[in-house]
């Protein structure tokens, strides 16, 4: 199949997908779901609108500034494309809205910046827009079976990169040392991307989004390595707990729970399961190891072209998994001033159950 071929099939089936929904259509901004739908990427993000615009009983219609023309012409997706430049002076909007349903309601891509949304509900008063991720939340969620395979290879890409830093020196060392070790190492391995580099050791593991700093890693500091990007496109997002030097029975017992949690979530996924209940399993399982309260955030998330991306693994998600569907399955325990532990594999759902696309060993690794 070729480009142009590859793409304009997508584009169909997010029109069909968007017709399901109730949707007069999508409108998509510059960001991970222009790439993905059409194969173009701006060259930078700037203040000038530019839209793709998927309706039924049309072709898809690409508005973007003249003087980016030339590079929308060329990208892998052209040929399925009808692309309107507008130039300096003129209301792109003007140019969007005409081929609007005045009373449509149209699906928005997440990324659409403020500005460019309430201009187009002035000028299409009529009309009504919703976030992408809330009325049509599946669009990217189901992944074939070459976005798994492009995520499989960034997850072993990850895992090259733990086996690799594991071997650094840690004790003495400040956290943000080590962080650019991780990064270097991701590159290494094939990312173009780094995304984030969390090391939290001793007390900072405590706090799940931390920013590597200037802490100096010591001797008996658990540490959490999180940390992931892009690679060829598709993300990766794993993490791995380690100790400096021998661990206590308390350390030991909690990294134990979280990876018993860790692994229960896993055995859990299959298709037909309500997101919602992957998260329950892990959450069962830390909460009658008496640590319930220290789990302070959601089993997973969605990944592909972007590292965080629906179906989110949380109370309140009904959505069933189905095959295709790839995500972290991430549960924590985070004692506030001491210490925190979380372990985070991707897995994709399969018709059987789940495939883990992290494959590195999740037994606490004690490093020096």
């Known amino acids: ?5 590859f793409y304009a099939a997508r584009m169909e089936r997010a029109v069909l997908a968007a017709v399901e929904a109730g949707l007069a259509g999508l409108i998509i901004s510059p960001g991970p779901d222009l790439g993905w739908l059409c194969g173009y990427r701006v060259p930078a993000v700037t203040e000038r609108l530019t839209a793709l615009l998927l309706v039924p009983g049309r072709k898809p219609l690409l508005v973007v500034p003249q003087l980016e023309r030339p590079d929308a012409q060329h990208s892998p997706g052209a040929g399925a494309l009808e692309i309107t430049g507008w130039v300096d002076g003129e209301n792109p909007y003007t140019v969007l809205a005409g081929h609007l349903d005045p009373r449509g309601r149209y699906g928005v891509s997440d990324a659409t910046w403020a500005l460019h949304l309430l201009a187009l509900q002035r000028t299409a008063p009529g009309a009504g827009f919703g976030a992408l991720t809330e009325v049509l939340p ?4 189901v992944k074939d079976a070459h976005e798994v395979e492009l995520l499989a290879a960034a997850g072993a890409a990850a895992d090259a990169t733990y086996e690799a830093i ?13 962080a650019a070790d991780l990064a270097r190492l991701l590159r290494e391995h094939g990312h173009s991307q780094v995304d984030f580099t969390i090391v939290g050791s001793g007390p900072n593991g405590a706090n799940p989004h931390h920013e590597a700093g200037d802490r100096v890693i010591e001797n008996g500091d658990m540490v959490v390595l999180d940390f992931g990007g892009l690679k060829d496109g598709y993300g990766s997002d794993t993490t791995r707990t380690v100790h400096v030097g021998e661990p206590t029975a308390e350390e030991r017992k909690v990294h134990d729970v979280v990876r018993e949690a860790q692994q229960a979530a896993f055995e859990a996924v299959r298709p037909g399961v309500a997101c919602q209940d992957v998260d329950r399993v892990a959450r069962q399982v830390i909460r009658r190891a008496g640590y319930g309260e220290y789990f302070i955030h959601r089993t997973g998330h969605g990944i592909g072209v972007t590292t965080h991306e629906p179906p989110y693994m949380v109370e309140g998600e009904h959505l069933p998994l189905v095959p295709g569907m790839c995500f972290s399955i991430e549960p924590g325990i985070y004692l506030p001033g001491r210490f925190g532990v979380r372990i985070e594999d991707i897995v994709a759902c399969t018709e059987t159950g789940a495939r883990r696309l992290n494959n590195t060993a999740r037994e606490l690794r004690v490093v020096g």
């Open 1 to 5: 199949m070729s480009d142009v071929d």
């Open 138 to 141: 599946m669009l990217r969620a």
């Open 166 to 178: 594991v071997d650094v020196r840690f004790a003495g060392r400040r956290e943000h040392e080590v």
